[in-house]
């Protein structure tokens, strides 16, 4: 009689305990399973060594890097093919000229004996010769600028735009912008592929106004890895002004959570902290941090994307 007793005793415990689990507040089970999401937040996430290689996660210290002052503009590699007819133009004209004003100065040096015809004849052919120089020229410097024309190298210069081993660049400005300064340096990169941007040589400002641009344009000169004439380039003028220190990081190194920027640093040989950072540019070869990560941070490159997905899976979808 006693063991029916305590058996109907148990069932009734039982059965309250089960309705009371059912029944009980959801918002009060939420609130007691908040404190150890927190909690994983702030240890880090923890992955073992085959748990990273499987995810495939890389980690490397922050690049640092200086950003200058610098203002995003539009390259065209020029074609050279006019430049080198202009000079070879002028190379003609000036060989005549020698010649005609030659045999002008040798008949005017007979002095009477001198046919006075021959010597108006030598004389109208040296002015021709020599107006003919002056308008080659003219539309040499008109075309190309005197920054550039005025070279010692020119003419082998030109042969090397002819060659593609070099090339020229026209730098635009986009319309209505101007620059608060002369610029001190260029960098150009081409708009297609992954090569990063690479210092060009800066001649000076152009001669000519974009018809539709209409705004500062400069040349430029490209020494090596000449990309063929047409080729638009992006490109960027540097001015004056007190540079910005931070750090370079790929893109794969930061994610996006709500309204932040984050990357994850490796903490601990199985601990990895998600950190706020401030992006101030983006650039084709990644981004430039000027907050959130320091000289001896070790960021995850690689894999970035799949720790976070772990942390809000563990925490339950929240920060």
């Given at each position: 009689?006693?063991?029916?007793?305590?058996?109907?005793?148990?069932?009734?415990?039982?059965?309250?305990?089960?309705?009371?689990?059912?029944?009980?507040?959801?918002?009060?089970?939420?609130?007691?399973?908040?404190?150890?999401?927190?909690?994983?937040?702030?240890?880090?996430?923890q992955?073992?060594?085959?748990q990273?290689?499987?995810?495939?996660?890389?980690?490397?210290?922050?690049?640092?890097?200086?950003?200058?002052?610098e203002?995003?503009?539009?390259?065209?590699?020029?074609?050279?093919?006019?430049?080198?007819?202009?000079?070879?133009?002028?190379?003609?004209?000036?060989?005549?000229?020698?010649?005609?004003?030659?045999?002008?100065e040798?008949?005017?040096?007979?002095?009477?004996?001198?046919?006075?015809?021959?010597?108006?004849?030598?004389?109208?052919?040296?002015?021709r010769?020599?107006?003919?120089?002056?308008?080659?020229?003219?539309?040499?410097?008109?075309?190309?600028?005197?920054?550039?024309?005025?070279?010692?190298?020119?003419?082998?210069?030109?042969?090397?735009?002819l060659?593609?081993?070099?090339?020229?660049?026209?730098?635009?400005?986009?319309?209505?912008?101007?620059?608060?300064?002369e610029?001190?340096?260029?960098?150009?990169?081409?708009?297609?592929?992954?090569?990063?941007?690479r210092?060009?040589?800066?001649?000076?400002?152009?001669?000519?106004?974009?018809?539709?641009?209409?705004?500062?344009?400069?040349?430029?000169?490209?020494?090596?890895?000449?990309?063929?004439?047409?080729?638009?380039?992006?490109?960027?003028?540097?001015?004056?002004?007190?540079?910005?220190?931070?750090?370079?990081?790929?893109?794969?190194?930061?994610?996006?959570?709500?309204?932040?920027?984050?990357?994850?640093?490796?903490?601990?040989?199985?601990?990895?902290?998600?950190?706020?950072?401030?992006?101030?540019?983006?650039?084709?070869?990644?981004?430039?941090?000027?907050?959130?990560?320091?000289?001896?941070?070790?960021?995850?490159?690689?894999?970035?994307?799949?720790?976070?997905?772990?942390?809000?899976?563990?925490?339950g979808?929240?920060?």
């Open positions: 009689m006693k063991k029916i007793i305590l058996g109907i005793l148990l069932g009734f415990v039982g059965g309250a305990a089960t309705i009371w689990f059912i029944m009980r507040d959801p918002d009060e089970t939420a609130h007691e399973k908040q404190p150890a999401a927190t909690e994983q937040h702030e240890a880090g996430l992955l073992t060594k085959e990273q290689a499987s995810a495939g996660l890389v980690v490397a210290k922050a690049e640092p890097m200086e950003l200058k002052p203002t995003k503009a539009f390259g065209r590699v020029l074609d050279a093919a006019p430049l080198a007819t202009l000079l070879a133009e002028i190379q003609t004209a000036q060989s005549s000229l020698n010649a005609t004003a030659k045999e002008f040798r008949l005017k040096s007979l002095g009477e004996n001198a046919a006075p015809r021959a010597l108006e004849t030598a004389e109208a052919a040296m002015k010769d020599q107006a003919t120089l002056e308008s080659a020229q003219a539309r040499l410097l008109a075309g190309w600028g005197k920054p550039f024309t005025s070279r010692a190298d020119l003419a082998t210069l030109t042969r090397s735009l060659a593609q081993e070099a090339a020229l660049v026209r730098v635009d400005l986009p319309a209505g912008e101007t620059l608060p300064s610029p001190r340096a260029v960098r150009v990169a081409s708009l297609t592929g992954d090569a990063s941007a210092e060009a040589e800066l001649l000076g400002p152009a001669p000519t106004t974009d018809p539709q641009a209409q705004g500062q344009a400069f040349l430029a000169l490209i020494r090596d890895h000449a990309p063929p004439p047409g080729t638009a380039l992006a490109a960027w003028l540097v001015t004056d002004g007190v540079a910005q220190h931070g750090f370079r990081l790929p893109r794969t190194a930061v994610v996006q959570y709500e309204s932040g920027l984050f990357v994850f640093v490796q903490t601990g040989d199985s601990v990895f902290e998600r950190k706020r950072v401030q992006v101030a540019k983006s650039q084709r070869d990644g981004v430039f941090v000027i907050s959130g990560v320091g000289v001896d941070d070790r960021v995850v490159t690689t894999g970035a994307q799949q720790l976070l997905s772990e942390e809000l899976k563990g925490a979808g929240g920060e």
